[in-house]
């Protein structure tokens, strides 16, 4: 699918990002809003009257107190994706609360335990309001933050317009058996537009579209990739191109050498998403990039439970348990058995295997997993994983916040068509 450029760049001043700043209590309020995308003006839904939403911003530690206040003319319920926070305020109908109707409010409260990048976005028919625009970025600051000069974010989205350049309301469910709902326009929503030459960048890259697989590459920067899904990385790896499905996140501090450009180059594309151009010059920093200290997560041993996951269905794959196109271990939609049920503080192990014609992402909601490679040793910490066509994959973590936490596919489509079950821990 094409897009073309000058829509995508169009985009860009779309939205520039102010943050809300956590110590007090913020109000999230999801309506309807005309903004202006592509040149066009397009009735979308945004918190607090933007897309994305505000940027929330707290320090390791902070006590989060976020009212959603619900204005919208349907339910609307809150996800905080990647924070650890306690399973009543995870913001998932039916595994962790009743969906806010229309006219009433929600009081969430939690504490921030890990510094890095994560984000928000609608729980309730997410498919259709994430797609919407109901998202935003929820930056938790160390309490020494590395010196850069500009701390910016970076979410890469897209959207699908139809005949009449009209925002798709279809919603067409025979996308959902395939790669989902994949914008024809798609773009890098940017804090800031400007930088200056010999700037050290912290880049928060997120990805908050729906369905769509982006693999960035930007030039103009020199530095280092320091957190994979808020969680820094032991040791940082060189600046290449980086894979970035629904739900994930990484973080890039590097130095400008040019004008910044990022694309996307996922199969086979090459697009531009978003430029920052270059206004002055600064003296570099003549320090080393430094790797981000660590968030205390509990390091697994030996698994207590292993439990294969297999991931199955699509358009024309054989028939399984339940409604849905796709299903996990044969069945399609959420069961009513988790798929384990774990004691506090047990260790777990999935293998994954996807059976499918098609990639997925596996997210698993109120902690962090490791990914295994293939002689099992631990890998990256990451609340989402991608898996390629036939590709099987090992994850581990210990289970430390009791609760019913959802696991699911975080291609929206694929969810709302099945791809979805749950873990218990007591
Ligand atoms: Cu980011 Cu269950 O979602
Ligand atoms: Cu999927």
């Not at 607090?48 to 939403?53: H, K, S």
């Not at 913001?91 to 962790?96: I, K, P, R």
């Given at each position: 699918m094409k897009v073309n450029r000058r829509q995508a760049l169009s985009l860009l001043a779309a939205c520039m990002a102010t943050p809300a700043l956590g110590a007090s209590r913020i109000t999230l309020r999801p309506e309807k809003v005309v903004t202006q995308v592509a040149g066009r003006r397009l009735p979308m839904l945004g918190f607090?009257?933007?897309?994305?939403?505000p940027q929330l911003r707290f320090r390791q530690g902070d006590t989060a107190q976020i009212r959603l206040d619900n204005t919208l003319d349907d339910g609307a319920l809150v996800h905080w994706h990647g924070l650890r926070v306690p399973n009543r305020m995870d913001?998932?109908?039916?595994?962790?609360q009743d969906v806010v109707i229309p006219g009433e409010s929600f009081d969430y409260l939690f504490d921030v335990p890990d510094a890095g990048t994560f984000w928000y976005h609608s729980h309730y028919l997410s498919y259709e309001q994430v797609s919407r625009g109901l998202f935003g970025a929820f930056i938790v600051e160390e309490r020494n933050p590395p010196a850069v000069d500009q701390d910016m974010t970076v979410q890469l989205f897209d959207l699908l317009l139809d005949a009449d350049g009209?925002?798709?309301?279809?919603?067409?469910?025979?996308?959902f058996a395939t790669e989902g709902r994949l914008g024809n326009i798609k773009t890098a929503i940017l804090s800031r537009n400007s930088v200056q030459q010999g700037d050290r960048l912290r880049l928060r890259i997120i990805n908050p579209s729906v369905d769509r697989i982006y693999r960035l590459s930007v030039t103009g920067l020199e530095g280092?990739?320091?957190?994979?899904d808020g969680m820094p990385l032991e040791a940082p790896q060189a600046l290449g191109p980086m894979m970035l499905a629904p739900g994930q996140r990484c973080d890039v501090i590097a130095d400008v050498t040019g004008p910044v450009t990022l694309r996307d180059t996922y199969d086979g594309a090459d697009d531009v998403l978003g430029q920052l151009t270059v206004t002055g010059t600064r003296s570099p920093s003549d320090t080393p990039i430094p790797a981000l200290p660590p968030n205390r997560t509990a390091r697994p041993g030996t698994p207590d439970h292993t439990t294969k996951l297999v991931l199955r269905g699509g358009a024309g794959a054989p028939a399984h348990r339940g409604t849905g196109t796709w299903a996990l271990n044969d069945v399609s939609g959420l069961p009513r058995r988790p798929l384990i049920a774990a004691k506090r503080n047990q260790t777990v192990r999935i293998d994954i295997e996807n059976r499918t014609g098609f990639p997925h992402v596996m997210h698993l909601h109120g902690h962090h997993f490791h990914e295994l490679d293939a002689s099992g040793n631990l890998g990256p910490l990451r609340d989402s994983t991608l898996l390629a066509v036939g590709e099987t994959r090992a994850i581990t973590a210990v289970l430390d916040n009791p609760g019913a936490w959802m696991l699911h596919c975080h291609m929206l489509s694929h969810q709302a068509d099945g791809m979805a079950t749950w873990i218990s821990v007591s």
């Open positions: 607090n009257g933007g897309v994305p939403g913001g998932v109908n039916v595994l962790t009209q925002h798709d309301d279809s919603f067409d469910p025979a996308r280092q990739i320091v957190a994979l």
